[in-house]
């Protein structure tokens, strides 16, 4: 016991010594003896050393470097960066998806365990030559948007290149004419992006989304929750049918511009349909895989949203809770992670200039981590796509 007690006190004692030793109040939240950018050159290259330790270290999305880009690293620049939104408030069933951003980013942390090269997509995000940061999480609320906004308004790391084919000059294909970078939101429920389209729709107008979903989300607050007061007519079921209504999202005139994919909900009956009809989405059934396949869904996308900038939101119930349990509101008879993953490698080429993951509650999960694991998988093939286009046309 008189041993026990000594190591105590002295563990104690090293341990105020540490702490008074930090004179840096801005430092003061960092362990001691940490890398400020963990691991950052040492991304395995083509037939380098891999199967590191990933799972030491702080956690962050892919060992990114971590840059508190909303406080006093503001003036860092960056082209993607992740960042958290720990909200869960907007759910109708099963809460818990504000741990989501935590859980995704434990998930993650094998994506570099063999390099991070994409095979099918052949790209390394990781080495691509553009700056990727983990932004950690935002103090999030759905009906803020500035911290995103600030995010997406900086100006990027990188500047655009020249075309590939001609060599001309690429131009940014956003509304103000500004070359912006993008953001990558890890969720929270669907209800935050409301506040997202707001934030996007600031730099490149009504947008086009691309949606996987079970749900459609453009519910009427009458139907969905029934709307007892007017902060509850927003939740995670009718933010789009918001985002319509507020002309964030290229509806109505604009051809085909919307794409849920994925769905497979009840209903209360039709006049749900003829609602999602009227605010401006298309819909792919999920069921539709067996008769058409991953490519025929992929093709249905691309011929809808075309080469206009678009947003893509994922949900991780449009995977079937056989593959990812833990979420809010999981719907059977949906797609496997290997068959969205296929889905989302056919939008390479597409300027996506954002995006995000949410409904992921980690503590219905199984031990092996199957939800958060599918999570940053899903998310490692939206980078993928992301790095090898860049949000830029040749002027015409």
Not at 117 to 136: A, H, M, Q, R, T
Not at 311 to 324: G, H, V, W
Request: glycine share 10%; with cysteine.
């Amino acid at each position: 016991m008189v041993l026990k007690f000594t190591l105590l006190c002295l563990f104690v004692l090293s341990f105020g010594m540490a702490c008074v030793g930090h004179d840096d109040h801005d430092e003061d939240q960092i362990p001691m003896g940490y890398v400020r950018f963990p691991y950052q050159a040492t991304y395995p290259g083509d037939n380098s050393v891999t199967a590191d330790a990933i799972f030491s270290g702080i956690t962050t999305f892919a060992r990114l470097p971590w840059v508190k880009c909303l406080t006093n690293e503001k003036h860092v620049p960056f082209d993607i960066a992740f960042i958290g939104a720990p909200f869960d408030t907007g759910t109708s069933y099963r809460p818990g998806a504000r741990f989501g951003p935590s859980g995704i980013r434990a998930g993650s942390r094998r994506l570099t365990l063999y390099g991070g090269y994409n095979v099918p997509l052949e790209v390394n995000p990781f080495l691509s030559g553009l700056k990727i940061v983990d932004c950690g999480d935002i103090p999030v609320t759905p009906y803020d948007n500035t911290g995103h906004r600030a995010l997406l308004h900086r100006t990027p790391y990188s500047a655009l290149p020249n075309d590939t084919l001609t060599g001309s000059p690429l131009v940014p294909i956003s509304q103000d004419g500004k070359h912006h970078p993008r953001v990558i939101t890890l969720g929270g429920d669907h209800t935050i992006v409301l506040p997202l389209l707001r934030s996007i729709h600031s730099a490149y107008g009504p947008i086009s989304v691309i949606h996987f979903d079970s749900h459609m989300d453009t519910w009427k607050p009458s139907v969905f929750g029934g709307a007892p007061s007017e902060r509850a007519a927003i939740n995670h079921g009718t933010y789009f049918y918001w985002a319509s209504r507020e002309g964030l999202i290229a509806n109505g005139s604009s051809i085909a511009s919307i794409h849920h994919g994925a769905i497979r909900t009840t209903l209360s009956g039709p006049a749900d349909y003829a609602n999602d009809d009227e605010s401006g989405f298309q819909r792919i059934e999920a069921r539709e895989i067996d008769t058409i396949g991953t490519s025929g869904i992929i093709e249905k996308i691309r011929s809808t949203v075309g080469d206009r900038p678009v947003y893509l939101s994922i949900d991780i119930d449009s995977i079937d809770p056989a593959f990812a349990p833990a979420t809010g509101t999981p719907e059977t008879g949906g797609w496997s992670t290997r068959e969205l993953r296929t889905i989302l490698r056919g939008l390479d080429g597409l300027y996506i200039v954002s995006a995000d993951i949410v409904e992921v509650a980690p503590a219905y999960d199984t031990n092996a981590e199957l939800t958060t694991m599918a999570a940053a998988d899903v998310l490692f093939e939206v980078l993928s796509v992301m790095v090898k286009t860049p949000l830029g046309k040749v002027a015409e």
